[in-house]
């Protein structure tokens, strides 16, 4: 049990992440949850393709030995960028809606037009 | 504490409670299941992409239409930024 | 933001050319160390970012347009789904590596095993590396350029 220390703290992130998402009014600290969710995310496909005393694949100057499987490295490399877009994405949105509603709480935006 | 409250408290707990079973029924760390796929692109990425980084050669040969995808996700995010704060600086 | 300091912008001044060989080398040797084209393109780019931060968004957007930065990211993409189709054509599928094995540019095939690098190999990942370098370099340099000129036109109007 001690061994999936790993699958806990993938777990823990994705619900602090999905705590603050739910239960916060904050459109800044709903975005950091979102990011939150991905750190997570990311961390739970490295955990996947962890092998126990691997390397990482690749072949200059390596040890030699077995090495950790390279899919799931790539796909994190994929979902780490696209993070990044996302999150520059959201954030533009945050600013746009702040400019237009003069706040940032979600309770009380999206009401009738002034 | 309204009813609205109280659903979102419940759902949550159902998620988590949903969440931590499955980080302790999952396999053990450092012993994943199926490594067919993974063992095969570690042999033969050398010969078969040149390349010693068997990282950069699944992200740019055997997945590259994943990063097709992601380069046309960062390239539409840029756009959408761009269009909406020229929008705001007029 | 208007800029900083004297010192801040000198200090910037001198590290900026170290940061951006060191992103350079991480997108040239993708192929062969950890790293690649996203990597090094983020490095280059938080370099960028560090002269916007320490400039002020004024002088960075009167030197840089963001329709030039535009362009470049265009180019990158082109040149990415270019050699993607260059695999077709010369090839059999998308994405083909054709370049590997013709011991012409980057061409080399490696012996197998461990071993010391040799920066000749790959096929066709190092151009990829470098047209995805460069559109990294230019999205994430134009996105916060872009941020930066619009909360300074706020306050600006305050």
């Not at chain 1, 005393?53 to 090495?67: E, K, N, Q, R």
């Not at chain 1, 960028?81 to 009380?108: F, N, P, Q």
């Not at chain 3, 060191?22 to 062969?32: K, N, R, T």
């Amino acid at each position: 049990m001690i061994f999936n220390i790993p699958f806990i703290a993938v777990a823990a992130l994705i619900l602090i992440g999905l705590y603050a998402v739910i239960f916060k009014r904050n459109l800044i600290k709903m975005v950091i949850g979102i990011t939150l969710i991905e750190s997570g995310v990311n961390l739970f496909l490295i955990t996947l393709g962890y092998r126990e005393g691997s390397i990482a694949p690749i072949y200059t100057s390596s040890p030699g030995g077995i090495m950790a499987l390279p899919v799931p490295q790539a796909l994190t490399l994929t979902s780490i960028v696209i993070g990044v877009a996302v999150l520059a994405l959201m954030l533009s949105l945050v600013i746009h809606i702040y400019r237009h509603y003069g706040t940032l709480d979600v309770r009380k935006i999206g009401g009738p037009e002034e | 504490m309204s009813r609205r409250d109280i659903t979102a408290v419940l759902s949550f707990s159902i998620v988590a409670i949903f969440f931590i079973f499955g980080a302790l029924m999952i396999h053990p760390f450092g012993a994943p299941d199926e490594t067919g796929m993974d063992d095969n692109i570690i042999t033969n990425a050398q010969t078969e992409t040149g390349a010693n980084n068997a990282v950069t050669s699944v992200v740019f040969d055997y997945r590259g239409l994943d990063t097709l995808g992601e380069t046309t996700i960062l390239f539409t995010a840029v756009a959408a930024i761009i269009m909406i704060f020229r929008r705001l600086n007029k | 933001m208007s800029g900083m300091s004297k010192i801040v912008k000198t200090i910037s001044g001198i590290a900026f050319p170290f940061i951006t060989i060191y992103g350079l080398y991480i997108i040239a040797h993708g192929h062969l160390t950890p790293g690649g084209g996203f990597q090094g393109g983020a490095i280059v780019a938080s370099g960028c970012a560090m002269i916007l931060v320490s400039y002020g968004s004024i002088w960075t957007m009167n030197r840089v347009r963001e329709k030039n930065l535009s362009i470049l990211e265009s180019l990158g993409a082109v040149c990415f789904i270019l050699l993607a189709l260059l695999g077709l054509g010369f090839g059999t599928v998308f994405f083909n590596n054709f370049l590997v094995g013709t011991n012409s540019l980057f061409g080399v095939v490696p012996a197998v095993g461990s071993g010391l690098a040799n920066i000749n190999t790959g096929g066709v990942i190092p151009l990829m590396n470098f047209a995805v370098g460069l559109k990294v370099i230019v999205g994430l340099f134009g996105i916060v350029l872009v941020m930066a000129y619009a909360s300074r036109t706020k306050e600006g109007k305050k």
